[in-house]
């Protein structure tokens, strides 16, 4: 729970496919917790929802909130432009509402640079193994396989980022991924004991990268 009124800033991130958003979901359900709704330029997929999942806008929309410096971040990802805007952020903040962010590692270096009044917890997600992520990436169709491999390639660029991160955690299983990083967040912010083995993470990491 919050040590002063103000909420936190919990900070998600991930290569694709380790299972962020479910997880973001998961966290949204705990209470007092908001989810940030991004804009982005890309298009909605068929399941999403305009104004729940994202704001979705084209182009120039997307450039005159830039010029008009409305966004906290804002960063380029897979050809397309995802950015956070400011104002809803801080309100809910300063309501004593806690705000998630899945967001790419652009979007979290931004943020942790702009050393907001605000505590700030980084979460970097990562999947088992690259087999398991190459699988959650793949569909049948050869279309899916392209795109899964241009993944994992970016994977490979993605995953040098969890250094940057406050807290790397392994999706292996859905709900001990969800349970680590809900206890994490209760530790930062009662001072508590944290269950964090640094030098898994590190080999982790090699494994997934060698
Ligand atoms: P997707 O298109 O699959 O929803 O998201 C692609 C990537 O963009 C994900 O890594 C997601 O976390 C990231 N993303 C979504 N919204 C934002 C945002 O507002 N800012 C930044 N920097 N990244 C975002």
Not at 85 to 99: A, D, H, Q
Not at 183 to 190: G, V
């Amino acid at each position: 729970m919050p040590i002063s009124n103000d909420g936190i800033m919990v900070i998600l991130s991930s290569p694709s496919g380790a299972g962020k958003t479910t997880l973001v979901n998961l966290l949204s359900n705990q209470d007092n917790f908001k989810v940030s709704i991004s804009h982005t330029t890309r298009q909605p997929r068929p399941k999403e929802v305009p104004n729940k999942d994202y704001y979705f806008v084209n182009n120039d929309e997307f450039k005159r909130l830039i010029k008009n410096e409305e966004f906290l971040e804002y960063a380029k990802v897979f050809d397309n432009y995802y950015g956070t805007t400011r104002t809803p952020v801080i309100n809910f903040l300063n309501e004593g509402k806690n705000v998630l962010f899945d967001i790419d590692w652009q979007g979290a270096d931004q943020i942790k640079n702009k050393k907001l009044d605000y505590k700030l917890i980084t979460f970097f997600i990562l999947p088992p193994s690259k087999e398991i992520l190459f699988k959650r990436l793949s569909n049948r169709d050869m279309k899916d396989k392209l795109i899964a491999e241009e993944r994992m390639q970016q994977f490979e660029r993605d995953v040098l980022h969890w250094i940057n991160y406050d807290y790397v955690v392994v999706n292996d299983e859905l709900n001990s991924c969800f349970t680590k990083i809900k206890n994490l967040i209760n530790a930062e912010l009662n001072n508590g004991s944290k269950d964090y083995d640094i030098d898994y993470i590190r080999s982790h990491v090699e494994k997934l990268t060698s």
